[in-house]
């Protein structure tokens, strides 16, 4: 038995790492701050474009289970994962320094929408969670629309700046996704997007224990795949680079837990205030496994 590879069609495919979840999907599985690293469903490997993706009845429920999706301790890093969304803008606007418009598909609690808000630009978000779309009303103001992009609110519409940040992983339809992205854009928009990469040395070198492997990820690009894609959706990218993140050390030191000995120190930083001072540090974190891009759509005839 083989599976169709969502990006080029092909069906040279093979199982590539085994479902090793204790059981079927829940709404908890899916959260952002997931630290069981390794965990995955099913995964296939296509032999043609190198995409890796996971198949079966489990990844065909991900989109009704991410509108019951509620996750706390996002909620809590909110404030260095703001810094992200800060530095993601600003390269945007370096290379489309005369956007006015964003979109933010996947916008978590609004944390993008809100920067781009604060920035000048009219700026809006779709998000499938209930609850973030209701934090991102109730504690910031920023005001999604829930559910799934496409959306019908926003039919018609077009956008200097649409973002696709962490997300394509997590569907199922990525190249449709991203020719609808595209689709709203204004003519001389750009896209940018954030996502693993699976071709990365960091990955290599982790193997089955790589940070990125995790239930909510079920489609992983390398560089072949994604220019696959992005070639399917009539993309081509203007930059590339690596993407960075913003995190407590503390947030960090507990998700060395799953590689390292660092109980005892995380344990005495609870205890020693120089050590906790230490710990409640927002530092930028590149581990340059992600791909970062800006996207244009392609002129075609």
Known sequence: MTQACWICGSSDTSLWKPNNAAGALTPDDLRV???????????????????????????ELLPRLYERMDDPGYLESAASRRLQMLWLLQNVLRVHSGARSLLDVGAGTGLLVQAAQQAGLTATGVEPSEA????????????????????????GRTFDIVCLIDVIEHVTEPVPLLRACAAALNPDGILAVVTPDIGSIPARIMG????????????????????VAMAAAGLYAVDRFRAKWFFRV??????????????????????????????????????RDSFALLLRRAETS
């Open 250 to 287: 503390r947030y960090i030191a507990h998700r060395l837990r799953r590689y390292l000995p660092v109980d005892r120190l995380n344990r005495l930083a609870r205890r020693k205030r120089i050590l906790r001072r230490a710990y409640e540090r927002v530092i930028p974190l590149n581990t």
């Open 132 to 155: 973030f779309v209701e934090h991102a009303r109730r504690t910031a103001g920023v005001e999604l629309l829930q559910g799934h992009f496409p959306h019908p609110a926003l039919a």
């Open 208 to 227: 089955a224990r790589w940070w990125h492997f995790r239930l909510a990820h079920v489609g992983y690009f390398n560089k072949r795949s994604l220019d």
């Open 33 to 59: 701050t997931d630290s069981r690293y390794g965990v995955t469903l099913d995964l296939w490997r296509c032999a043609r474009c190198e995409f890796v993706f996971a198949a079966g009845a489990d990844s």
